[in-house]
């Protein structure tokens, strides 16, 4: 299995509270990537980076925001958690290079009440 | 707009036997690459097998091949002697040869029968 972990693997929180979601890998990829995931659904791009200093939004609108101030941490952060945003959070990275395959963490998965 | 589908939502096969997931995808380009993940109950997402749309032969890897037919957009796995850890989430996904974000397909959940 890819050295990238996330952290908390489950999280039940109150709405309106703020989180964040931990990612780092060790493999000193420059790209890494989060995905929202519905259970049983597929994937949908929400944020991605393409080394420090870089963000860009995905395909999906996402409330959440991400930064990349180390090449081995990616966190999401939501300011303000509400029912809607529960789902299942999966952070991945790759190599900066053509054909990349992308590494997949184990997952978050958020519950918001 | 690239698309993946994945029209299986659930398969079934008996162990030891042979399975195969389709997929099918739409696109404009000539390069691009595709991918099985698969991902099983409760843990992580891990890439089964990965093929380049310039490269004619289609990939393998041990149990796992692929009959990729690019003139008509497909792109599916065959299990050989299916495993019971072989039950899983299946994605199949696109790659741009442009630009770095994939495209998934929903998945097809494959149940292994003992």
């Known amino acids: 299995e890819a050295d990238i972990y996330q952290t908390p693997r489950y999280l039940v929180i109150g709405t309106g509270k703020k989180i964040t979601l931990e990612c780092s890998q060790t493999m000193g990829h420059d790209k890494m990537y989060w995905y929202q995931q519905d259970p049983g659904m597929e994937l949908h791009l929400i944020h991605y980076?393409?080394?420090?200093?870089?963000?860009e939004k995905g395909d999906l609108s996402s409330e959440s925001t991400v930064s990349r101030i180390r090449t081995e941490h990616f966190p999401l952060t939501l300011e303000s958690a509400r029912p809607s945003h529960t789902s299942q959070y999966l952070c991945?990275?790759?190599?900066?290079?053509?054909?990349?395959?992308?590494?997949f963490g184990p997952g978050t998965r958020l519950l918001v009440l | 707009a690239q698309t993946v589908t994945q029209s299986q939502p659930e398969m079934s096969v008996q162990e030891a036997e042979t399975v195969t997931l389709s997929c099918t995808y739409d696109t404009s380009e000539s390069d691009y690459y595709l991918f099985w993940y698969k991902q099983p109950p409760s843990r992580q997402m891990i890439l089964v097998i990965r093929q380049e749309a310039y490269k004619q032969q289609n990939a393998t890897e041990n149990r796992f091949s692929v009959n990729f037919q690019k003139a008509a957009k497909s792109f599916s796995l065959k299990i050989s002697d299916s495993q019971l850890g072989d039950a899983a989430m299946y994605f199949c996904?696109?790659?741009?040869?442009?630009?770095?974000?994939?495209?998934f397909g929903k998945g097809t959940r494959l149940h292994i029968l003992p």
């Open positions: 980076s393409y080394g420090v200093n870089s963000t």
């Open positions: 996904a696109y790659r741009s040869g442009r630009d770095d974000k994939i495209i």
């Open positions: 991945a990275s790759s190599e900066f290079k053509y054909q990349e395959t992308q590494y």
